[in-house]
């Protein structure tokens, strides 16, 4: 059973850069789509963007600029950049698997990190 | 695409029927979700293209509607069904979400 893990550091300062990997493990990380959303604390969700294991990524407009996605498939990991970071950046950061037969729709998610953004 | 859900808070009680609607600011054809999340997990998918029920989901969650009105049905709640849930369109780049219905005991 494929399962999805997030990692990296919970606090970040402002103006530096938020670094997430997602590991999946029980499972290739090839031939899948992933994205990653987030969800500042007590708030809605926000779609960050997907990236497919060959490297092609999609970003939302609103976070476009300052945001990278990377994937390594010799580790089983895909990951997050997110430069330039605010307050407006603490939230909990899920990544997930996108399913192959309904497009967008995950069929496979991580448990979520938080981070947050203070000095 | 803005969405909007209402109620964006209610009080039921175990075996009422709960009705939860999901409206986008201009049309979605059938490319919507709806997402139950609990506090501390990860959004669990419920339904996707509008009314197709994700496998496992219980059959009490139904949804309904296309372009750009939409409902999410819970016939005959249940005590682990206290959550918030969430409307996702799919049709325009980037996927958005509502606000979010929050669902507690009455």
């Known amino acids: 059973q494929v399962q999805l893990q997030e990692s990296g550091p919970g606090l970040v300062k402002p103006s530096e850069t938020l670094s997430l990997t997602c590991t999946v493990s029980g499972g290739s990380i090839s031939g899948y789509y992933y994205f990653w959303i987030r969800q500042p604390p007590g708030k809605g969700l926000e779609w960050i963007g997907y990236?497919?294991?060959?490297?092609?990524?999609n970003y939302n407009p609103s976070l476009k600029g300052r945001l990278t996605m990377s994937v390594d498939t010799s580790k089983n990991q895909f990951s997050l950049k997110l430069r330039s970071v605010t307050a407006a950046d603490t939230a909990v950061y899920y990544c997930?698997?996108?399913?192959?037969?309904?497009?967008?729709?995950?069929?496979?998610w991580g448990q979520g990190t938080l981070v947050t953004v203070s000095s | 695409i803005q969405l909007t859900q209402s109620p964006s808070s209610l009080s039921a009680s175990v075996g009422d029927r709960v009705t939860i609607t999901c409206r986008a600011s201009q049309g979605v054809s059938s490319y919507l979700a709806w997402y139950q999340q609990k506090p501390g997990k990860a959004p669990k998918l419920l339904i996707y293209?509008?009314?197709t029920l994700e496998s496992g989901v219980p059959s009490r969650f139904s949804g309904s509607g296309s372009g750009t009105d939409f409902t999410l049905t819970i016939s005959g709640l249940q005590p682990e069904d206290f959550a918030t849930y969430y409307c996702q369109q799919l049709n325009s780049y980037p996927p958005t979400f509502g606000p979010g219905t929050k669902v507690d005991i009455k």
């Open positions: 997930a698997r996108i399913n192959r037969e309904q497009w967008l729709i995950p069929d496979c």
């Open positions: 990236i497919y294991y060959t490297g092609s990524t």
């Open positions: 293209a509008a009314s």
